[in-house]
């Protein structure tokens, strides 16, 4: 069961800092991609639709309780809305000066990076299926559901798919048609 739960966040940490990396110029363009039969590795969807950029900010927001979560908050602001969590793990950060922190709420894990003395969000994972993000979306709803509120203007790498709107990514792990994770990420760099 641990495989299941580590594997999409790895998955989801890649795609966060994938473009951070060099791996930008690996897209090639193709016609709308389905979870099933993909054979490339990184197709960018030009098909039509929506255009990410033309989404509201809160489509790449996590409302938690009434409280919206955003790309590069300070974390400080999260917990005192939320609470203490339920469990937070840190380690010396590999990218900045400072340790990374994991905050565990109910749900979700907040990653966040150092900055002085100040922990910022940069990845929000969902856990479950119990928090819905906009449009009513979820963990364990079908791809076209996803399609039908994000539209078609996303990167796909795999089974993972990926819509843009600066400052952030909002990335779905797509198995047999099937999300299986869901988690927002920071643009870094």
């Known amino acids: 069961m641990k495989k299941l739960i580590i594997i999409p966040i790895c998955a989801a940490l890649m795609a966060v800092y994938g473009n951070a990396c060099g791996n930008a110029d690996d897209t090639s363009t193709a016609a709308a991609g389905t979870p099933d039969g993909l054979e ?28 919206t979560i955003h790309m590069d908050q300070n974390m400080a ?22 340790v990374d922190r994991i905050f565990r709420y109910p749900g979700i894990q907040i990653h966040t990076y150092p900055d002085g003395e100040a922990d910022f969000v940069h990845t929000i994972s969902l856990r479950d299926d119990s928090i819905p993000i906009y449009g009513g979306i979820y963990i364990g709803q079908s791809w076209e559901d996803v399609m039908a509120v994000y539209g078609a203007d996303y990167e796909q790498d795999f089974d993972m798919y990926t819509y843009t709107h600066s400052p952030a990514t909002l990335s779905f792990l797509v198995e047999e048609g099937i999300v299986t994770s869901i988690s927002f990420g920071l643009i870094m760099g």
Request: proline content about 6%.
């Open 77 to 98: 602001e999260v917990k005192e809305a939320l609470g203490e969590p339920l469990g937070e793990f840190e380690a010396p950060s590999c990218a900045f000066d400072g």
């Open 40 to 67: 490339s590795a990184s197709v960018v969807n030009d098909a039509g639709g929506q255009d990410s950029a033309a989404l509201p900010e809160q489509a790449f927001a996590l409302d938690y309780g009434g409280f």
